[in-house]
């Protein structure tokens, strides 16, 4: 980019595509309190998912989109590139699609959105997961190993048919003293750029009342009623007899009614006993804007929209994994699109 003297416009938000007979000519922008217009023979879309836009949430996530998710991705992915294509006639593919699993949030909020933490604690020894009436429903492991850990959500999104309601949202992460004086049960590496102090000993999160805490089994019980989100349907005999059943399990060393794996598992008799909420989410959305094996981005008649390419989780080719950082869509994807889009500036720029 030095050598060939390229221009790169920081801190320019893109607002809306320029359009001329159908095609695009360029975007409008906003830089720091300006409006710029950039024109171009070819403009390829690449803004990320929508992981902070409440509307396209509520529009396309899984059970209570808004309330129910979080996400720890950037909240710079507030999915204006989503929108700017749609008033342009883009067709859409897959847009429900999310690269998630089960993860803290806190109340702290982005957008008005709850900041999900990655939360690689789930699955180990001394910690359970449960739903919301104190029961075990998968091998906590699964929640985050590979492959598993893209597509579980769909666990955490299930709505009971019977009792009408989300029985997962949210699930609680139960654990124990052992744990807690052990290490963070979040990442603290996703906290940094949030500005978020969790503690290395998860302190600050117990004095904020992130995370809850309380001396028995069924004291934890009652904390868990009295979370709003919990809506008084935690049982405190199933969570007790689901400590029991687990610890029983760790003693003998066999694999779980779920399949738990021995070396996953240790017993919770540590008191104090904690508890911490779990939503589906993950690092980001993956559905979005219709294209094609060009990276074209596409109208709802499925026809190309003339000079618009497209790559990234705007427009992901997988939708349903998240491609080890995203780096297969912009190594192959981000290529292809860049090698079109150059291809098509080049052929306007000669008419």
Same mark, same amino acid.
């Given at each position: 980019?030095?050598?060939?003297?390229?221009?790169?416009?920081?801190?320019?938000?893109?607002?809306?595509? @320029? &359009?001329?007979?159908?095609? &695009?000519?360029?975007?409008?922008?906003?830089?720091?309190?300006?409006?710029?217009?950039?024109?171009?023979?070819?403009?390829?879309?690449?803004?990320?998912?929508?992981?902070?836009?409440?509307?396209?949430?509520?529009?396309?996530?899984?059970?209570?989109? &808004?309330?129910?998710?979080?996400?720890?991705?950037?909240?710079?992915?507030?999915?204006?590139?989503?929108?700017?294509?749609?008033?342009?006639?883009?067709?859409?593919?897959?847009?429900?699609?999310?690269?998630?699993?089960?993860?803290?949030?806190?109340?702290?909020?982005?957008?008005?959105?709850?900041?999900?933490?990655?939360?690689?604690? @789930?699955?180990?020894?001394?910690?359970?997961?449960?739903?919301?009436?104190?029961?075990?429903?998968?091998?906590?492991?699964?929640?985050?190993?590979?492959?598993?850990?893209?597509?579980?959500?769909?666990?955490?999104?299930?709505?009971? *048919?019977?009792?009408?309601?989300?029985?997962?949202?949210?699930?609680?992460? @139960?654990?124990?003293?052992?744990?807690?004086?052990?290490?963070? *049960? &979040?990442?603290?590496?996703?906290?940094?750029?949030?500005?978020?102090?969790?503690?290395?000993?998860?302190?600050?999160?117990?004095?904020?009342?992130?995370?809850?805490?309380?001396?028995?089994?069924?004291?934890?019980?009652? %904390?868990?009623?009295?979370?709003? %989100?919990?809506? %008084?349907?935690?049982?405190?005999?199933?969570?007790? %007899?689901?400590?029991?059943?687990?610890?029983?399990?760790?003693?003998?060393?066999?694999?779980?009614?779920?399949?738990?794996?021995?070396?996953?598992?240790?017993?919770?008799?540590?008191?104090?006993?904690?508890?911490?909420?779990?939503?589906?989410?993950?690092?980001?959305?993956? +559905?979005?804007?219709?294209?094609?094996?060009?990276?074209?981005?596409?109208?709802?008649?499925?026809?190309?929209?003339?000079?618009?390419?497209?790559? +990234?989780?705007?427009?992901?080719?997988?939708?349903? @994994?998240?491609?080890?950082?995203?780096?297969?869509?912009?190594?192959?994807?981000?290529?292809?699109?860049?090698?079109?889009?150059?291809?098509?500036?080049?052929?306007?720029?000669?008419?």
């Amino acid at each position: 980019m030095d050598d060939r003297d390229i221009d790169v416009l920081w801190e320019t938000a893109a607002r809306e595509f @320029v &359009v001329d007979d159908g095609a &695009v000519d360029g975007i409008l922008a906003d830089r720091q309190g300006t409006r710029v217009a950039c024109g171009a023979g070819a403009t390829v879309l690449t803004s990320g998912g929508f992981e902070y836009n409440k509307d396209l949430r509520l529009n396309f996530l899984e059970g209570p989109g &808004v309330e129910g998710w979080s996400f720890y991705g950037t909240s710079a992915n507030t999915g204006t590139g989503i929108e700017m294509a749609m008033e342009i006639g883009a067709g859409l593919s897959k847009v429900s699609k999310a690269a998630s699993r089960m993860i803290a949030a806190i109340p702290a909020r982005e957008h008005g959105l709850k900041i999900g933490l990655r939360t690689p604690v @789930v699955g180990r020894p001394n910690t359970i997961v449960v739903d919301n009436f104190g029961e075990r429903y998968a091998a906590e492991r699964t929640i985050t190993k590979d492959p598993s850990r893209y597509l579980f959500y769909k666990e955490g999104v299930r709505f009971d *048919v019977e009792e009408l309601l989300y029985p997962r949202m949210p699930s609680w992460l @139960v654990f124990d003293e052992t744990l807690r004086k052990r290490r963070s *049960v &979040v990442s603290l590496r996703g906290t940094d750029y949030q500005g978020i102090e969790w503690g290395e000993e998860n302190e600050h999160a117990i004095e904020n009342g992130w995370i809850l805490r309380a001396p028995t089994i069924e004291d934890l019980a009652r %904390e868990i009623s009295d979370h709003p %989100e919990n809506r %008084e349907l935690m049982d405190a005999d199933a969570l007790l %007899e689901t400590f029991s059943k687990y610890n029983r399990c760790c003693e003998v060393g066999k694999t779980d009614p779920f399949g738990s794996e021995p070396e996953n598992m240790a017993p919770l008799r540590s008191p104090p006993y904690y508890a911490l909420p779990l939503y589906p989410g993950g690092p980001n959305t993956k +559905g979005g804007i219709l294209a094609n094996g060009d990276r074209e981005a596409l109208n709802t008649e499925r026809e190309p929209i003339p000079n618009l390419y497209t790559a +990234g989780e705007i427009s992901s080719a997988f939708k349903f @994994v998240y491609q080890g950082g995203n780096l297969v869509e912009c190594i192959a994807f981000g290529r292809i699109a860049g090698e079109n889009a150059a291809k098509r500036a080049l052929s306007v720029s000669r008419r």
